[in-house]
C-alpha cells in the first residue's frame, strides 16, 4: 500500500527518476522508455493537430532525447519537421546521443529565426532536469515563439518547475503538455499549472508497482482519494449515526456564513445539524432555518455546555464570528470538548500571534481552512514558501491539524506529510460564501466520522464538482442546491471503481 492511492500519486521530479532507474533496472532499456516517451508525445499531436511546419527544440539531456524521437515520428506522419539543438549535437551523451544520431532531417541553429514559417513548437528543452533558470537565449526563444503559435510540452513546458509550478526565469506556455507515468505537482499548482495547458499523462511501460518502494506523499486530489472512509449509509441507521454538526454564528448583523456552513453540513449528510448564537443572532437565525435547529448560546461558557453533550460531535468556528477574544476562547472551548472542529475565516485571524495555544490543546481532529490572507496571518513565517503545497505542507506539520489552503490550486495538507492538489474547481467558486459552504462541508463530513484529511479532500473536491458546469452566476447558495448533484457524480466515480457504499 502506498500513502496516496497509486492512480492519483504525483511524482517529483526526484521520485520519477526512481521510476525511471527502477524500471531500467528492471529491464527495460532507457532507449526504450525515450522511444515510448517520444511516440506518446507525437501521437498526442497527430490526434489533436492537422500536419503542419513544426520545430522541434531539443535540450542537452533525455528531455531534448525524448524531442529527437518526436521528430522522427511526425516525420513519419507526412509533417515538415525541422529541429533546432541548444547545445551542439555532437555533445550529447546516453539514449539522447542515441536518438539524435537517429534523427535525418535538418537540424537548424538555435536562432529565433528558425522559427520562420512554423506553426508548432515542440517544446523539448528541459523537463525533469531543470536546475537553474533559463538562460537568454531560451528567453529570447520563448519571446520569438509569442502567442502567434501553438506549443506543446514534453513533459513540462521548460521553465516550469516540475516540483512547485514555479517559474525559472520564464517558461514556455503550452497549449498542451505530454508527460509520463504520473503527472508532477507543478503540472497542477500554479503558475506551472496556467502554463501547462491541456495535459495529457501517457503510459511508457513503467509498472505501477514501483510506487511501492517510492511512496509518494502527493496526490491529485479526486474520489479515489476519499473513497475508503466516504460515509455509508446503512439502511438501518438513524440520524444520529450520521452525526451533529454545530454551526457558531456571529452576531444578529452576521449570521449568513454560518446558516451557509449549516445547510451544507445538512446536504453533505450530517444527520444533525444546529445553529448558536447570541440570543439577537439566534431569533434572525431562527426566522431563516428550517431543517437546521437553532439554539441560543451565550459565550464561551453557553458554547462549551452546549458541546458538552458528545453527540454534538463537529463544530465549525469562525464564518463571520468577529475577530477577537471571544472568537479564540470559542475554539479553545471547542477544542476542549473534544469534538472535531473546523476553524475558519475569523477564528484563524483571531489565533495569530498566538496559536502555539490551539495546536497545544488540539485533541480531536482538526480542519483549518485559510485563503492565503489568513494563511499569512496565522503562519506569517511559512507564507514566504515557493508553492501552494510547500505552505500547506509546513503549516500541517507545525499545527499538527489538516490544512486546507483554499485557492485556484486548493492544497490540502496533513501533519504525516500527505499532500492532495485539487483541480476541478472551476473561478466561479471566487464568489462571497464560498469558503463558508466548504467549512460546513468540512464539519458535516467530520461529524459522519470520515478521518480529517479525507473528509477536507472530499468536500473540496465535492464543492469544485459542485460548481462545475453551473457557468457564471454562481452563488454561494447554489453551491449547496447542487450539492447533491456532486454527491451523484462522486458516487458514480466509486462505483465504477467498485467502491461505492
Ligand atoms: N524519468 C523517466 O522515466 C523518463 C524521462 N524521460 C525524459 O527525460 C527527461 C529528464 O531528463 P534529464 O534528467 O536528462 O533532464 P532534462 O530535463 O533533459 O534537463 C537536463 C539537462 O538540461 C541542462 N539544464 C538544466 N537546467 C538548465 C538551464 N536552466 N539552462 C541550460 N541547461 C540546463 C542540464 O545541464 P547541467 O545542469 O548538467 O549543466 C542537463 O544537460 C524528462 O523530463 C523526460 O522528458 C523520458 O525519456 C522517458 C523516461
Ligand atoms: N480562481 C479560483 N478557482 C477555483 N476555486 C477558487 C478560486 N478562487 C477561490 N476559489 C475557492 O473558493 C473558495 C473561497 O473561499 P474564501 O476565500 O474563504 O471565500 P469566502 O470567505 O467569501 O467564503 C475556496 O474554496 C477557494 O479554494
Ligand atoms: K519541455
Redesign the pocket.
Known sequence: MTSVPADLALLTTEEMGRADRLTIDGGIPGTTLMENAGRAVADAILARYPAQATLVLCGPGNNGGDGWVVARRLKQAGFDVACSALAPVAALRGDAAVMAARWNGPVLPFEPAALDGRTLIVDALFGAGLARDLDSAVLRMIEAVGEGRRVVAVDLPSGVNGDDGTIRGGAFTADLSVTFFRAKPGHLLYPGRARTGQLVVADIGISPSVLESIDPKAARNGPALFARHFPVLRQDGHKYDRGHTVTLSGGALHTGAARLAARAALRIGSGLVSTIGDAEAARVIAAHQTAVMVAEVDGPAGLALFLSDRRRNAAVIGPAAGVGDTTFAHCRMALAAGCACVFD?DALTSAAGRADILWRERTADLVLTP?DGEFARLFPQLSGLPSRAARAVAAAKESGAVVVL???D?CIAAPDGRIAINDN???T??T?????V?AGMIGGLLAQHMPAFEAAAAAVWL?GAAAEGFGRGLIAEDLVERLPIALQIAENHLRGRGQAG
Request: hydrophobic content about 40%; charged content about 10%; overall charge neutral.
Open positions: 475565516a485563503h483554499k485557492g485556484a486548493c474547481a472551476p473561478p467558486l471566487a462571497a460564501g464560498s469558503g463558508d466548504l464543492h
